[in-house]
């Protein structure tokens, strides 16, 4: 399911970020603000009331604003709290 | 003096790092800009613990050194040394938020691979204790192998051992620069960052309570919109009813000072001079003083706060419709209080197509060196009557003014970027700060900052333009016995006679005209402009010197002439400054022109609209 589909207050992991679909500069950004596979991320927030307004997320210990584009491109799966030796596992596989 | 060694603050956005920049160098600030770019460059001059002193630089905030903005741009250059007109820091603060340990960290590796010497300020460990985490900054020391100071920028906690810990760094020896890392390094060192983070962390507990508890209202798809609106209605509403005394207050110092020259001069040149030209013209423009504080006063505390970037939020379902991003209302809420600060924060929108919009629309937003001429109109035109709810009338046009200069610019917005501006739509992602309560020495600074440069404006511009007008319009004086008034015999009389006739059919008199040519220098001018008119043309009339601008403008203009003025004010392109700061940003004459040419062309047609309008009303 795509970040956007996520209801509100619904922690999820990240499976998969479609990169290519996300220009050089937008995907930069986005991983500058930690949102990469296997982090979880959190819907708090939706501007407007049809749904096609920005929506803020949690990342981490960051708020961050994006756009319906931008949340189509990311890929959740549901899961528990946040899990921190599981995103580290992540990071260390995105390291190697 | 500049062998003085450098020091410069760098850190990711919201870490608190202008704080810190202001806590430190207190008022001593120094404002410029780098040569070649419009990035501001601040810095201030501080002392070291051992008494060296040094000049603090406070670099734009970035998340890493792979810019994506002209603004960016500068601060990887700076601490590559790569900057023109900027010597190599000979150390660094890097300003890390303590509540956002993680994203912060990745950064300052990245910072620390340069190999420049460097220490860090933990910053706003007070927030990150509310938020539940309990850090421990000796750790974080020892794993990056420099002193790691807990700092609280606001309340000026801990820069003693800030300076401290920075003393022994500066002068050590020669800096062996490193090449910057790849960028493919990216998710190793943010492997790092995460471990560190993890390491430093003593306890944690789910993240920023107040800020959700707040966002909950502020970003309520209905409630959010609703008190953004209110908020803004407020400011403006604030504008006229705060500002009544201090206006009444500058209003009698200039009379008196006007009293006291006329009693100490004889009558003549240099009376007129100095009386009807420099203490009528200036005067007339400082009067507004206040409520261009009362403006940026809201803006510093919706910026200080972290309410801005969730106005951009909510704002960004509207800005997309006109193909533009919710991180231009943050420029065009500037361009409210000026146009020039609010063109220079376009350089954060890293879409050049969007920032060009931006930029090209940022003129319409009531600036406000508008606010003295529709003042001016509004106290004289329209009744100071309640409209209900402790709604006064002419707050409710002046509201309604903004309204209209905002719509006109959505408007032409959505024409631009279907045409000269045409491209695909750009994208919206920005951190959301965590709520801060201000810090009111911050905003007094920005306000006196702000003030200084209107009343220097005042000092120089509006006077030198007063002068000139004074001059024109005071000769060649009318042969004796003629029945031509003086300022209809006077040069500038005569040039604004020629360009009445192109201004008579949207309903402009002789004095509008004659108004417009100095406001080109700036807007409030043409207060100042029909000032000396008046007064230059009430002579030695008794009963017209003691009337007000106001009661003269009532006197001479129609209803629809005063609406027409107002709507020509809304879309004029009256402002040097603006057009040359915007062949400053967009490298070249094109995009000044374009902007004046059709800002024109609108203020024609609005204000001929109006004009036209209001007399078939019969008004």
């Not at chain 1, 949340?71 to 995105?94: C, F, K, P, S, Y």
């Not at chain 2, 770019?37 to 501080?46: F, W």
């Not at chain 2, 970035?62 to 590559?80: G, K």
């Not at chain 2, 003086?486 to 059919?505: F, H």
Request: proline share 6%.
């Amino acid at each position: 399911m795509h970040l956007h589909q996520l209801p509100l207050g619904q922690p999820a992991f990240i499976d998969r970020v479609e990169w290519d679909s996300l220009s050089l500069g937008e995907g930069q950004r986005l991983r500058e603000f930690g949102v990469d596979e296997g982090c979880s991320i959190e819907p708090l927030h939706r501007a407007g009331l049809l749904g096609r307004g920005a929506l803020a997320c949690r990342v981490g210990r960051m708020t961050i604003a994006m756009r319906r584009s931008h949340a189509q491109a990311i890929h959740v799966r549901m899961g528990a709290e946040r899990n921190d030796n599981e995103t580290l596992e992540a990071d260390r596989v995105a390291a190697e | 003096m500049t062998a003085s060694p450098l020091i410069a603050l760098v850190g990711n956005p919201n870490a608190g790092k202008s704080a810190l920049f202001n806590a430190l160098t207190g008022a001593r600030q120094k404002l410029g800009n780098y040569p070649g770019v419009t990035v501001e460059r601040k810095s201030g001059r501080i002392s070291l613990s051992d008494g060296r002193p040094v000049e603090l630089v406070d670099l734009p905030g970035t998340y890493s050194l792979t810019p994506t903005s002209p603004d960016e741009q500068v601060t990887r250059d700076v601490i590559m040394g790569k900057q023109e007109g900027e010597r190599l820091p000979d150390a660094l603060i890097i300003v890390i938020d303590a509540a956002n340990l993680e994203n912060h960290l990745r950064f300052t590796l990245e910072v620390l691979s340069l190999g420049i010497p460097a220490v860090v300020a933990l910053n706003m460990v007070d927030l990150a204790k509310r938020d539940g985490l309990e850090l421990a900054p000796e750790i974080l020391s020892k794993e990056l192998g420099i002193p790691v100071l807990p700092t609280v920028a606001v309340r000026k906690r801990g820069l003693d051992a800030l300076l401290k810990a920075l003393t022994p760094v500066i002068g050590a020896g020669a800096i062996q620069l490193r090449p910057p890392a790849a960028p493919d390094d990216f998710a190793a060192r943010r492997a790092k960052a995460h471990a560190l983070a993890h390491k430093a962390t003593l306890s944690e507990t789910p993240s920023r309570r107040l800020t959700h508890a707040v966002d909950k209202i502020a970003l309520h798809p209905v409630g959010g919109p609703l008190l953004l609106l209110a908020l803004l209605f407020l400011m403006f509403q604030a504008v006229y009813a705060w500002s009544e005394a201090p206006i009444a207050m500058i209003e009698g110092w200039a009379e008196m000072l006007g009293d006291v020259a006329t009693a100490m001069t004889s009558p003549g040149y240099f009376r007129s001079f100095l009386v009807d030209g420099i203490i009528a013209g200036v005067g007339s423009v400082i009067v507004f003083l206040p409520q261009i504080l009362i403006l940026f006063f809201f803006i510093l505390l919706l910026e200080a706060t972290g309410y801005m970037t969730r106005a951009a939020f909510l704002m960004d379902g509207l800005m997309a419709r006109v193909g533009l991003s919710g991180r231009a209302f943050i420029p065009l809420l500037s361009s409210f209080a000026c146009a020039i600060p609010g063109i220079m924060a376009t350089r954060s929108i890293s879409d050049p197509k969007d920032r060009l919009t931006t930029i090209l629309i940022a003129p319409l937003m009531t600036c406000a060196a508008r606010l003295p001429v529709y003042a001016v109109i509004i106290g004289a035109f329209i009744p100071a009557r309640n409209v209900g709810w402790g709604v006064g009338l002419q707050g409710l046009v002046l509201f309604s003014l903004y309204i209209g200069g905002i719509i006109g610019a959505m408007l032409v917005a959505l024409l631009l970027r279907r045409t000269v501006t045409k491209g695909k739509s750009s994208g919206f992602l920005m951190e959301m700060p965590k709520y801060q309560w201000p810090r009111w020495q911050d905003i007094a600074l920005g306000l006196w900052q702000r003030a200084a440069i209107f009343l220097k404006r005042a000092g120089t511009i509006i006077f030198a333009s007063t002068v000139v007008l004074w001059a024109l319009l005071s000769f060649p004086k009318p042969p004796e016995g003629s029945d031509i008034s003086p300022v209809e015999y006077s040069t500038a009389g005569r040039i604004a006679g020629g360009l009445n006739v192109i201004m008579e059919p949207i309903g402009f008199n002789r004095d509008i005209s004659l108004a417009l040519i100095p406001a080109m220098a700036a807007r409030e001018v043409a207060v100042a402009a029909l000032a000396t008119t008046y007064s230059i043309e009430a002579g030695d009339d008794e009963e017209a010197l003691e009337q007000s601008l106001g009661e003269r403008l009532k006197g001479d203009w129609s209803l629809p002439t005063a609406l027409a003025f107002l709507a020509w004010f809304v879309f004029a392109p009256q402002c040097i400054s603006t057009i040359a700061v915007t062949k400053r940003e967009t490298n070249g004459w094109r995009w000044p022109i374009f902007m004046t040419t059709y800002l024109f062309v609108l203020a024609y047609a609005a204000a001929g609209i109006t004009y036209w309008t209001a007399v078939g009303f019969g008004l």
